[in-house]
């Protein structure tokens, strides 16, 4: 698992030293489980958890949504090895009932399969050798934000 708090983010574009085999997953707007799911034979989720839980002061402020939220956590697996760390929270509203019953199924998966669903641009971070970018998906009128770690195995194979 990843420390998620204090991170600096930067927008996509004011980044200049990604390295281009990190760039390709960064700066993808297709959904990132349909992307993991043709690199490998084997794609699986763990969901490490899903709770009302605290909210960081960058993502609060990000979402601008002081309300009670679900954080969920979880691993994205391609062959059997953790590829992804993803953290995204969930404001507990009318418009994300139905996420919050998705159980072990990507988060993206369904984001994505809904063209009324909006995704913004996206922000960038660095931190102890890992990757990771993040994005607000606009369902309704709230605001649900995702922020994916791209784990060294991910590039290895």
Known sequence: MINTKNLIWSNLNQV???PNHVLTWLDDHQSLTAKLKQKFNHFS???LSQA????HA???ELLNWNGQSIVREVELLGDDQVVVFARSIIPITNDTQNLLKIGNKPLGEVLFNDKNIKRSQLQITHTHGTWGRRSIFTIGSTQVLV???FIKNLYAV
């Open 147 to 149: 922020s994916e770690f």
């Open 52 to 55: 009302e839980s605290l909210v």
């Open 58 to 60: 960058d993502e609060t």
């Open 45 to 47: 989720i763990n969901v």
């Open 16 to 18: 200049s030293n990604i």
